[in-house]
């Protein structure tokens, strides 16, 4: 090798010497910690914005899971989280964020699919949540009167509507209640409350109960003990021959009627940019609570013609995803 050569080489190694070693370092680890209570295919775009937005797991953030079905053992895992002091906490659902609360009233927390924020006792306003919480509410009241227009529109005959969901998971059950009784008269129709427990049993006892009535029709509340057991939900209608309508869309394609929902992915991409915001260096209190900037509706042709109904064209020109 030349003299030339050999100083530019190793003046080279020298100069990269300390840049070398900057990059070898890794960067600090951020703990998030995740306790949800809805296992949701839609979660994935949670981490994909993250990974948009330069956080990586393993490289510098650390995602700390717990799942607790409907709720089961919300309280136990919210604690474990809290105890691991991470820098942030994604919560999803009410039951989960209301457990998250007793536990930390300093450790940021981001929920989502959550109603009546305000009511719940979460945040102050809206607009200065004011606390250690923010995030993104799921449903409001105007949203009950799509899904009763939407019943109306598929099974005209209707006059009967259930509202389905367990009061227990879903504390805000009276909350939209309220607003699907305050329009029901609007559209010639009564809307009853049918509340149900975790269990199958219940579940078809108080769905053929429902089927029973004259005219009847039902709103599947977004509940978690509704999700858990939406295959058992659908099954029950179709065989009761009762129209119902969710609140998303992966029920739809399961093989239910028909949904009017906020975008899932979407909504996972929004609750990401607020843990981005706050890992930045926000404060919850300083970040406005958002609806859903996306909603859609989808319908399952197939479980109308099952169902014996006649889809109008402006239903179907409405849905977003049509499934024959």
């Not at 509410?137 to 529109?153: C, D, Q, R």
């Not at 998303?248 to 949904?259: D, E, P, R």
Request: charged share 15%.
């Amino acid at each position: 090798m030349k003299r030339r050569q050999f100083i530019t080489l190793v003046g080279g190694t020298v100069a990269a010497g300390p840049l070398a070693a900057t990059a070898q370092n890794p960067e600090r680890i951020r703990l998030i910690g995740m306790l949800t209570g809805i296992n949701d295919p839609d979660v994935k775009a949670f981490h994909q914005e993250l990974e948009k937005r330069g956080w990586s797991e393993g490289r510098n953030i650390h995602i700390e899971n717990r799942y607790a079905p409907a709720g089961t053992q919300a309280q136990t895992f919210a604690k474990e989280l809290v105890a691991m002091q991470p820098e942030v906490i994604f919560a999803v659902s009410r039951p989960i964020t209301t457990a998250l609360q007793k536990e930390t009233q300093t450790i940021p927390i981001v929920f989502n699919y959550v109603i009546d924020p305000i009511g719940a006792g979460f945040i102050a306003s809206l607009a200065r949540p004011g606390g250690n919480l923010t995030g993104l509410i799921a449903y409001e009241p105007s949203t009950v009167g799509k899904w009763l227009g939407m019943l109306k529109e598929v099974a005209p005959q209707t006059v009967r509507v259930a509202v389905l969901g367990n009061p227990k998971t879903a504390v805000y059950f009276d909350y939209l209640l309220g607003a699907a009784q305050a329009v029901a008269p609007t559209l010639g129709m009564e809307a009853i409350p049918s509340h149900i427990e975790n269990d199958a049993a219940d579940i078809e006892r108080t769905i053929t109960a429902i089927a029973s009535m004259p005219n009847a029709s039902m709103v599947v509340l977004p509940d978690s003990t509704t999700i858990v057991n939406h295959d058992l939900i659908i099954s029950l209608s179709a065989r009761n021959r009762l129209p119902a309508v969710y609140c998303f869309k992966f029920i739809v394609q399961a093989g239910g009627l028909m949904s009017y929902g906020f975008v899932g992915a979407d909504y996972y991409r929004q609750a990401a940019f607020y843990v981005d915001r706050i890992l930045r260096g926000a404060q919850p209190a300083e970040l406005p609570v958002q609806t859903p900037t996306k909603y859609e509706t989808a319908l399952n042709l197939k479980t109308a013609k099952a169902l014996g109904l006649s889809v109008s064209p402006g239903l179907l020109v409405a849905a977003d995803e049509v499934i024959e």
